[in-house]
Every structure is written in C-alpha cells, then in structure tokens.
C-alpha cells in the first residue's frame, strides 16, 4: 500500500538550484521521513519530522509539514551532483506497530 | 546502533527455484519486522507484516503461499521466495522496528533467470 504522491516524479535541475519535493499522504501519522536512495542502493534517513512540528532544518534540507492539507516539502539547497537521487517521503501512522508507507518518490537529477 | 542486516546482498537464482533472504537486526530486539519489494524505478511496496512467533500478516495482492515468512526471534526474519519467476525479480527490503523508530536493512537484489 501506497500513502500517497509526491511530485514532481522527476526534477532535473543544475548544480547550485534549489530543488523542491512534495509529497501527499492520506491518513493520521506520527511523522513523516525523508528517505534518498542513490540507484540500485539502500535507503539512507535524511529527516524526520514529527505532526507537531511545521518546519525543520538539517543541513542543507529544510522539511515542512502541514497536517492539515496532509502534505510535506523537502527543499534541498544549493545543490550538487552528488545530491542526484531518488527521494521518498514516508509516514509513521499513529496507529503503533505499523509499517511505514512509501510515497512515489521524486527522482531528481542535478547537472553539474 | 539500530542497525538492521540481509543476507545475500544479492542472489541470482533459476526459474522455479526457492531463495531464502535473511533479516536480522544486529544491535536491538525488534518487536515488529516488515517486508518491502521495490521494481526498478518504483517505490517501496510494503509486503507484509511480522512478529515474532505468530504468523505474518500480508498487504493485499501479496501470496503468503509464494512468500514465505517466518519470524523465528526477536532478531531473525527470513523471506522465501518458493517457485521463483522471472516476475519477482527485485530489490527485497526488511526492515525492523523498536519501540523508538523503524530502521532499514540495505536489500537484497534477486534476478530470477
């Protein structure tokens, strides 16, 4: 099962543009996680932010959330090739013990 | 810590052959394991849910004859793939949960011939 879409589901930029992600979900969550996966790899964490919270900054990234719309933003700032990646948004239900859903994913290629 | 591993990385296997992935969480005991497929340029799809010493839960469309789970520990789940097809080749993803978040293994990539 799928929570909901992101888009773009492709986003090509060059180095040093901002990229912008968003993502959609469905139901009542705990968090929602911001996951990249290079081609071919694992997943590695970029950021979590809790339904409490409306923006949050780790580096580079700047995440919000607005519970009300039931939509997330992953901006990734000045961005290089080495950010060229898939993203996937990820929601934590409230329900406890559940898995985490996967949206579409945005695959975004950096130019350099 | 929380770190979640699978073996093989990676298996290529004959049509109608049966693979076993393992999943085990190094560091912590999960209460709750879970198991992705993701297809080439596509997102993750969870497949089911399990726990341990009771039978695995299966998300919609997934054969729980075909995927065999079992959950035999606090740090042991194992995928069986039985009768593999050229159809279920893909990236097989495990993950493990605790009660502070849910960790991900780094996948197993199986190409069935």
């Known amino acids: 099962s799928q929570q909901g879409e992101e888009d773009p589901q492709a986003l090509s930029i060059q180095e040093g543009e901002n990229a912008t992600m968003n993502c959609s979900y469905k139901?009542?969550?705990?968090?929602l996680q911001w996951y990249r996966q290079n081609s071919g790899r694992g997943l590695v964490h970029l950021i979590l932010?809790?339904?409490?919270?409306r923006e949050k900054h780790s580096g580079r990234l700047r995440v919000t959330l607005d519970t009300s719309k039931k939509s997330s933003s992953l901006l990734i700032t000045a961005s290089r090739a080495a950010d060229t990646a898939s993203y996937f948004c990820a929601t934590d239900a409230v329900q406890a013990g559940t898995a985490l859903i996967f949206g579409k994913g945005t695959t975004l290629s950096v130019s350099s | 810590g929380a770190v979640v591993s699978q073996h093989p990385s990676r298996v290529i296997c004959k049509s109608g052959t049966s693979v076993k992935i393992e999943c085990r969480s190094l560091d912590f005991q999960a209460t709750t394991m879970f198991w992705y497929r993701q297809f080439p340029k596509q997102s993750l799809m969870l497949m089911a849910t399990s726990n341990e010493g009771s039978k695995a839960t299966y998300e919609q469309g997934v054969e729980k004859d075909k995927f065999l789970i079992n959950h035999a520990s606090l740090t042991l789940s194992t995928l069986t793939v039985t009768s593999a097809h050229p159809e279920d080749s893909s990236f097989y993803i495990c993950?493990?949960?605790?009660?502070?978040?849910?960790?991900f293994g780094p996948g197993t990539r199986l190409t069935v011939l």
């Open positions: 993950s493990a949960r605790d009660g502070v978040g849910q960790f």
């Open positions: 139901t009542s969550i705990n968090n």
């Open positions: 932010i809790r339904s409490n919270e």
